[in-house]
């Protein structure tokens, strides 16, 4: 059953009647353009086939109640007292969004509903900002605000920078509002503009899931901000999207050793997620599969989020004759590695990796095609009847 007849049905019998709405918001991964998002520099994610869903309904009054039937709990709040968050739970996520929006001035009306989805948590696809974009596409159902795709990223990001304390760029908020289908965006995180670009023809997107997370991402992702920031002050620049790769290299003595490789990274990254805009704009595979192994390398050597398990998937990918190249994807440490590969190949491709990350590291993977998707969208109650 699809997830959108199961939030539906499962409306239907607790609520006694169909949903209004159902939101949803896609996962997304990232092709190229790591770590330069916070850097106000480029990221080039695809919002992916795998999303939250909400099948919801208006209230009179100002409580949202939701269900979640992943964590098999039903939760309710007050719209006129939030409750602060102690350990961030699914529910903090709708909340943190409800206090965003509130604080821009849009006022809100409470709703109910179902929220089920299939972005793997903490696997660095942004199960996340998927919950925080449904959550602000369930608001906007009820509340008859206006949708604008970047503002409603900001409202997520502050959710989960401001109201939950998680630290994070602008990157996954974006790409799970703004996704197109068919296609990966180049998102250029000052100013917000997108870029649709085609993936180059006869080529699948493959997730490679190590099966590894790791509890340290915060602190290392924090310090790794920190650095940058570091950087860009002793160039006297805003961030390190304000200087090229040329000027940095004359400049480079100017930083000690360690910070020096991480500016290296995210200043050449941004350079290499431009050159990808090229490549995919020419269908030319063979580039983009070697701009993203040049950016694991960078990841790897120079910023050092990589980790053996991402190393160990990225070896197997690229070694296969199906790949045109292969990359950690996300804040790294664990969690998920990127390959572009033959479509014809695809699926078999997956399986090959998959058999032999395995039988050289001994930890579980899963890999799936997957494919470009729309951003953040609702269907009416109307459109609802033909779905279930
Ligand atoms: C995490 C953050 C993003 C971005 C990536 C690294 O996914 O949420 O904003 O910084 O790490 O590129």
Redesign the pocket.
Known sequence: MSLANKVARRFSAEFGEAPAFIALAPGRV?LIG?????NDGF?FPLAIDRAAWIALRPRADRCVRVISLDMAEDQSFDLSDLPRPDAPRWIDYIIGVAWALQRGGYRLTGWEGVLAGDVPIGS?L?SSAALELAAARAFYCVSGFAWDAAQMARVGRAAENEWLGIQ?????QMISAAGVAGRALLIDCRSLQTTPAPLPAATSIVILDTGTRRGLVDSA?NERRRQCEAAARRFGIAALRDIDLATFTRRADELEPLIRRRARHVISENERTLQARDAMLAGDAEALGKLMVASHTSLRDDFEVSSPALDAIVNCATADPSCYGARMT??GFGGCAVALARIEDAEDFARRVGAEYEATTGNKPALYVTHASAGTRSIKADSIASLC
Request: charged letters at 20%; zero cysteines; glycine letters at 18%.
């Open positions: 990232n790591e770590h330069t998002d916070y990221v660095g942004s994070t760029g602008i990157m996954d992702y996300g804040a």
